[in-house]
């Protein structure tokens, strides 16, 4: 199978600062109702304190009833500034920028979403990027991706009955290699309340304790350009999750490179309108 090429895209926004200093960040979590603690890193709390299971895509410990279909995440949206409708939006440079491969979710699982759940995405106007909070320093190969994937599918799953599949749409694995998560057909499960025409892409890693690889920095960037061109959608509309919601996701180093990238000479920005 082929995994596809990575364009050469400008140097300009590479590498990642050198003053940022990798650290851990551990937020402590009060439960409410049961008076309990949960060790919480990225995008929301871990199960157990011994155990660094994948995090859910938020914080809420419940989902919130929605309109129409299950309750996965709440499916109204509500964005905490307003998303900039760009109908006309097209790359400055998009042409000869080569097409990202896309490994099929056939290749890592036989689950099928539970789309009876599930809500139509019918058009994506903004992308959020992600981390899964899980360390990957070091970690490399198909095997260990699918692991991951498979891992983070069964523990979005366990969450609640409703919940639909895989939060995310795409997830790009250390190595940059793109696989499909949740069908881009259906509304995605990685912002709360913020999920309508919102594609999720994931990075594996917990980019508060490592970098992101420079693979995985090339594919996001290409990645990007390949679906922002496709679905029209501009630099102002392209986030990250603590952008539209109180979490540390997608950790400080991925932070700072999405912060460059979408600068003015940025290496993202040099591509995309």
Known sequence: ??????????????????????????????????????????????????????????????????????????????????VVQQPGVAPVASQGVPSISVNPRSTWTNGQPKMHLSKPMNG??????????????????????????????????????????????????????VWEGRPLSIEGAHVARTNDHNMGIMLMGNFDEHRPTQAQIDALDAFLVQQMTTHRVGVKNLYTHQELKSTACPGRNLQAYMRQTRASRGRLRSVVA
């Open 1 to 82: 199978m082929s995994h596809g090429h990575t364009p050469s895209l400008p140097n300009s926004a590479l590498p990642l600062p050198a003053e940022l200093a990798l650290s851990r960040r551990g937020v402590l979590l009060s439960a409410a109702a049961l008076g309990a603690a949960a060790l919480a890193s990225g995008c929301a709390s871990r199960t157990k304190q011994n155990f660094p299971g994948p995090v859910w895509p938020d914080e809420e410990p419940r989902p919130i009833a929605s309109m129409g279909g299950g309750s996965e995440g709440g499916q109204r949206y509500v964005a905490p500034r307003p």
């Open 124 to 177: 994506v106007q903004l992308i959020t990027v992600h981390h899964d909070a899980l360390n990957s320093a070091g970690k490399r190969g198909r095997a260990f991706a699918i692991d991951r994937l498979a891992r983070v599918r069964r523990e979005h799953l366990s969450r609640d009955a409703t919940w639909v599949d895989i939060g995310y749409h795409f997830i790009i694995d250390p190595d940059g290699q």
